[in-house]
């Protein structure tokens, strides 16, 4: 199977609608600072047959206001579905929003985010 997580990561550090918008600050770990970035967290997933892959990712994105995070996120939201297609490792056959734009600030420092939920299809190479 891909690695998964790694694509995630790769896929929205380099993708051309959310660079400008998060200047390569992605990642599993939230970079310090209070500039927009995002944070990906695998949530696990099921393996519905040998040959598919069903993880679901938690994606941060945080901004310096309300208003920077929440355009991080809708952007995020529909750039995720030009990973549909091959990846190293393998193929991404769907792509799917399950929690959509949740305004969720952090409880500590009152930091702008938006959640968002993903479930990818994937496939390993040469299925």
Do not use: C, N
């Not at 529909?78 to 769907?94: F, M, N, Q, Y």
């Not at 952090?106 to 959640?115: H, I, N, P, Q, S």
């Amino acid at each position: 199977m891909p690695d998964l997580d790694a694509t995630l990561v790769t896929f929205l550090t380099g993708h051309a609608a959310l660079i400008p918008l998060h200047r390569g600050r992605v990642g599993t770990k939230l970079a310090a600072g209070t500039d927009p970035a995002l944070r990906i967290t695998g949530l696990g997933g099921t393996q519905p047959m040998p040959w598919e892959s069903q993880p679901e990712f938690q994606i941060e994105s945080w901004g310096g206001d309300q208003g920077a995070a929440s355009k991080l996120a809708r952007t995020v939201e529909a750039a995720i579905h030009d990973l549909v297609g091959p990846v190293t490792g393998g193929h991404v056959r769907s792509v799917t929003v399950a929690l959509s734009l949740m305004w969720s600030p952090d409880e500590t420092t009152g930091r702008a985010r938006y959640l968002s939920q993903v479930s990818l299809l994937a496939y390993p190479e040469g299925s």
